[in-house]
T-cell receptor
Framework: GQQVMQIPQYQHVQEGEDFTTYCNSS?????IQWYKQRPGGHPVFLIQ?????EVKKQKRLTFQFGEAKKNSSLHITATQTTDVGTYFC????????????FGRGTSLIVHP | DAGVIQSPRHEVTEMGQEVTLRCKPI?????LFWYRQTMMRGLELLIY????????DSGMPEDRFSAKMPNASFSTLKIQPSEPRDSAVYFC???????????FGDGTRLSIL
């Protein structure tokens, strides 16, 4: 079955440093979604990417979808303590299951 | 707008007891998902309903787990009998259609002693 892998599992950064998490799928994706879960909270939808090579920005967050639609990344510029949490990608396979498969997530810890 | 509503928020019970978790999806959403989250296994999809019909229950761990969706505004996840290894946070999520972004509830934090 489809697998969605995220790396790294954990990332410690000093406040102000950049952060990137990567998502890789074993199959071609029709779209990919990104979610953020704050400690003690629930996953919250951030964005969806659909097109090959697509790049979207939300303030300090930049999301990319690979040309082959098998990988994606989330980059945060100049992290702040409010960025702390776990970032999940969820990919829907092309021609496969109608629902997205979640990765294990990357937990971001920001040290002030 | 009201989001996905789950109850109870916390549940502590002894092993062997029956546990029932409840979920009210966002009105108008046709898809409903139950997830289990633990440190060891991450976020696992247990079951997915579309238009109140279970479509994929391959993630349900074993026969002790069952889920129902009697109508578009209510779903339950039942564990009978419960075991300590069932301790986790259980999330319910809904979306307009299965492939669209999901809205998660606050979760139920379940502890089985």
């Amino acid at each position: 079955g489809q697998q969605v892998m995220q790396i790294p599992q954990y990332q410690h950064v000093q406040e102000g440093e950049d952060f990137t998490t990567y998502c890789n799928s074993s199959t071609t994706l029709s779209n990919i979604q990104w979610y953020k879960q704050r400690p003690g909270g629930h996953p919250v939808f951030l964005i969806q990417l659909v097109k090959s090579g697509e790049v979207k920005k939300q303030k300090r967050l930049t999301f990319q979808f690979g040309e082959a639609k098998k990988n994606s990344s989330l980059h945060i510029t100049a992290t702040q303590t409010t960025d702390v949490g776990t970032y999940f990608c969820a990919g829907r396979a092309s021609g496969g299951s109608y629902i997205p498969t979640f990765g294990r997530g990357t937990s971001l810890i920001v040290h002030p | 707008d009201a989001g996905v509503i789950q109850s109870p928020r916390h549940e502590v019970t002894e092993m062997g007891q029956e546990v029932t978790l409840r979920c009210k999806p966002i009105s108008g959403h046709n898809s409903l998902f139950w997830y289990r989250q633990t440190m060891m296994r991450g976020l696992e999809l247990l079951i997915y309903f579309n238009n109140n019909v279970p479509i994929d229950d391959s993630g349900m761990p074993e026969d002790r787990f069952s889920a129902k969706m009697p109508n578009a505004s209510f779903s339950t996840l039942k564990i009978q009998p419960s075991e300590p290894r069932d301790s986790a946070v259980y999330f319910c999520a809904s979306s307009p259609q299965g492939s669209q972004p999901q809205h998660f509830g606050d979760g139920t934090r379940l502890s089985i002693l």
